[in-house]
């Protein structure tokens, strides 16, 4: 062996020995909780090297279809009814300019049908009983045109009449199937499209609009921070958080979910919570996010009463049907 490659390969061996001291000195600094957080090392097990690729893809040119089902029960549990909403559509677009701290803007569109009589409302009233905790009944959401019933209280984050992916906030089964029935009895229906950007620096994926009546774009979803760790958590609705926003809790970090679509191996379980009633135990929401796909997967769960003695539960899933790039 020449002398000239003997010294390259120890150069090569103390170049390696800095690079691993640097990446231990910097995975050793502190980290602002609000985000941006370092690099993925946890994910890099999982084939992906940062969160942004759990949600939608950055490139334009892909097209997601996602199912919509509502089941209504039984009081013995046994399902009345299963019901299957209109498909939704998200399209992304790719990069589109840079938001306003200067990271780069990349555009989704959402296409999903509505009740005429739900479309331009700014947001929805929603009532509750929440549960008395002293006994066998439950907190339920308040149906039909019953009010002032013992015990009823008004959310005071009122959510908007929108697709699941835009109204950015917990109470998505439970809003979609205000909106949209899904009895498909009606020909009142009107087909929206909303907008979203998303920006995405190493682990942390912030969501971006335009609030209503607003012409400038801003910050208001966090979607991932850190590493995912089964049992943490942070808030995820960056405007209305702590006191009526609404946070994500990592139930499981890595599982397998399967769709039409698929099986992602890699997925990440989310519990959406939100504060008003996460304590009332008649609502839970789950989705599941998969490494270099997004989300593949929802599901919630609530009850709903006419009357305040007869509690119902309905459920909602939204599933992945299809992924395609033209």
């Given at each position: 062996?020449?002398?000239?490659?003997?010294?390259?390969?120890?150069?090569?061996?103390?170049?390696?020995?800095?690079?691993?001291?640097?990446?231990?000195?910097?995975?050793?600094?502190?980290?602002?909780?609000?985000?941006?957080?370092?690099?993925?090392?946890?994910?890099?097990?999982?084939?992906?090297?940062?969160?942004?690729?759990?949600?939608?893809?950055?490139?334009?040119?892909?097209?997601?279809?996602?199912?919509?089902?509502?089941?209504?029960?039984?009081?013995?549990?046994?399902?009345?009814?299963?019901?299957?909403?209109?498909?939704?559509?998200?399209?992304?677009?790719?990069?589109?300019?840079?938001?306003?701290?200067?990271?780069?803007?990349?555009?989704?569109?959402?296409?999903?049908?509505?009740?005429?009589?739900?479309?331009?409302?700014?947001?929805?009233?929603?009532?509750?009983?929440?549960?008395?905790?002293?006994?066998?009944?439950?907190?339920?959401?308040?149906?039909?045109?019953?009010?002032?019933?013992?015990?009823?209280?008004?959310?005071?984050?009122k959510p908007r009449p929108v697709s699941t992916d835009t109204i950015l906030a917990g109470l998505c089964g439970r809003v979609r199937t205000m909106v949209d029935d899904f009895s498909n009895s009606t020909t009142n229906w009107t087909w929206q499209k909303d907008t979203l950007?998303?920006?995405?620096?190493?682990?942390?994926?912030?969501?971006?609009?335009?609030?209503?009546?607003?012409?400038?774009?801003?910050?208001?979803?966090?979607?991932?921070?850190?590493?995912?760790?089964?049992?943490?958590?942070?808030?995820?609705?960056?405007?209305?958080?702590?006191?009526?926003?609404?946070?994500?809790?990592?139930?499981?970090?890595?599982?397998?979910?399967?769709?039409?679509?698929?099986?992602?191996?890699?997925?990440?379980?989310?519990?959406?919570?939100?504060?008003?009633?996460?304590?009332?135990?008649?609502?839970?929401?789950?989705?599941?996010?998969?490494?270099?796909?997004?989300?593949?997967?929802?599901?919630?769960?609530?009850?709903?009463?006419?009357?305040?003695?007869?509690?119902?539960?309905?459920?909602?899933?939204?599933?992945?049907?299809?992924?395609?790039?033209?």
């Amino acid at each position: 062996m020449s002398y000239i490659q003997t010294m390259g390969i120890k150069t090569l061996a103390f170049l390696t020995i800095i690079a691993g001291a640097l990446a231990l000195t910097v995975t050793g600094c502190s980290v602002d909780p609000s985000g941006p957080a370092m690099s993925g090392a946890e994910h890099g097990g999982l084939g992906s090297q940062n969160m942004s690729d759990y949600y939608y893809k950055r490139d334009s040119g892909w097209t997601y279809v996602y199912s919509n089902v509502e089941k209504i029960y039984n009081s013995n549990g046994s399902v009345a009814q299963t019901l299957t909403g209109a498909p939704d559509t998200v399209r992304t677009l790719g990069f589109d300019g840079f938001a306003p701290n200067g990271d780069s803007l990349f555009r989704i569109e959402i296409s999903y049908r509505i009740l005429t009589s739900f479309a331009g409302l700014p947001y929805l009233d929603i009532y509750y009983i929440p549960s008395t905790k002293n006994d066998n009944t439950h907190g339920a959401f308040v149906d039909g045109s019953a009010k002032n019933l013992p015990g009823e209280t008004i959310l005071l984050k009122k959510p908007r009449p929108v697709s699941t992916d835009t109204i950015l906030a917990g109470l998505c089964g439970r809003v979609r199937t205000m909106v949209d029935d899904f009895s498909n009895s009606t020909t009142n229906w009107t087909w929206q499209k909303d907008t979203l950007w998303v920006t995405s620096r190493l682990d942390t994926v912030f969501i971006w609009e335009y609030l209503p009546g607003s012409m400038t774009k801003v910050k208001s979803r966090r979607v991932f921070l850190r590493n995912f760790q089964t049992g943490d958590k942070w808030g995820y609705d960056i405007i209305n958080y702590p006191d009526y926003g609404t946070y994500y809790y990592v139930a499981d970090k890595d599982v397998s979910k399967t769709t039409s679509a698929g099986t992602f191996s890699h997925c990440v379980n989310i519990a959406v919570q939100t504060n008003e009633i996460e304590s009332k135990d008649f609502n839970r929401e789950n989705k599941w996010f998969a490494a270099f796909y997004g989300p593949v997967y929802e599901y919630d769960w609530w009850y709903v009463t006419t009357d305040g003695d007869h509690f119902n539960k309905q459920d909602f899933a939204r599933s992945l049907v299809s992924v395609s790039h033209n």
